[in-house]
């Protein structure tokens, strides 16, 4: 099968990168990583996420975020900026905040559901379809994302109907395009093409995206996988930044930077100065106190340094 000669890169390291670092990331620290990285050529950043401060601190400052991103929106090319809005109350705190565009996440595990939103899958997708229903009604662009599409923490293998069942449910409430997502980094290729290929029969190639984690060192090798079988939308992380809070010892998202690397050996177009990239992910990690995950970042600092 053809590769795709252009991917469009998801920027999740504002968002689900940041949002379970201890250390508070201050709004300005915030809004120069956005801006560095829409300098880098990204024109699709997860910005925020509305939710309850008490269980996810680090974006407490969510409206204030998106105040600052306005100046960022006029300077740099077209963006699209996303937000996630788990529930109703989120929404409206997103609308009222100027958000365009907002993302919902479902599960395929009914343990992970439960735990992660206190609610069984049917149940969440009944409350997403209130959200989404919400959106269109105020002209607003609606991301999906299924989580432990690969497996769960909690129950180990997941059924592929029932990825199908929630990706196809997402698409139905009008989700221009899904996620299709390895929460905990457990998918190897394989597995990834057979996810794919039956998701596929129930919802357009070109409105699906993937987003992996690299707990098990798989996520290029997935991502290879996932081109493979005709996607061109995916989900990484500058400098690998992120984890999930319910999937104990899940490492970060796919760093964006060795994503980009990749497909740049590949000659597929993404639209991204690496080099800028690389240097954006250091600023955060410089923040955070830590060197990036990411293997070409790394690489980058060391020749820096010979």
Known sequence: ???????????????????????????????????????????????????????????????????????IEGAHHKIGFSVLTPNLRGFENALAAGA???????????????????????????????????????????????SCSMGCPYEGDISIDKVVEVTKALYGMGCYEVAISDTIGVGTPEQVKAVIEA????????????????????ALANIYAALECGIS???????????????KGAAGNVATDDVVYMLNGMGIETGIDLEKLVDAGHFIMDYLGRAPSSKVSQAYLANKED
Request: hydrophobic share 40%; proline share 4%.
């Open 1 to 71: 099968m053809s590769l795709p000669s252009k991917v469009s890169i998801v920027e999740v390291g504002p968002r689900d990168g940041l949002q379970n670092e201890g250390k508070q990331v201050p709004t300005d620290i915030k809004l120069e990583l956005i801006r560095r990285l829409a300098d880098a050529g990204h024109s699709h950043i997860e910005a925020t996420s509305f939710v309850s401060a008490k269980w996810i601190p680090q974006m407490a400052d969510a409206a204030d975020v998106m105040a600052g991103i306005k100046s």
């Open 100 to 146: 365009t565009e907002i993302e919902i996440f479902g599960a395929a595990s009914e343990s992970f559901s439960q735990k992660n939103i206190n609610c069984s899958i049917a149940e969440s997708l009944a409350k997403f379809s209130e959200v989404a229903e919400a959106a269109k009604a105020n002209n607003m662009k609606i991301r999906g994302s299924v």
């Open 199 to 218: 998701v596929k029969k129930a919802v357009p190639v070109d409105a699906l995206a993937v987003h992996f984690h690299d707990t098990y060192g798989q």
């Open 233 to 247: 939308t995916i989900d990484s992380s500058v400098a690998g930044l992120g984890g999930c809070p319910y999937a």
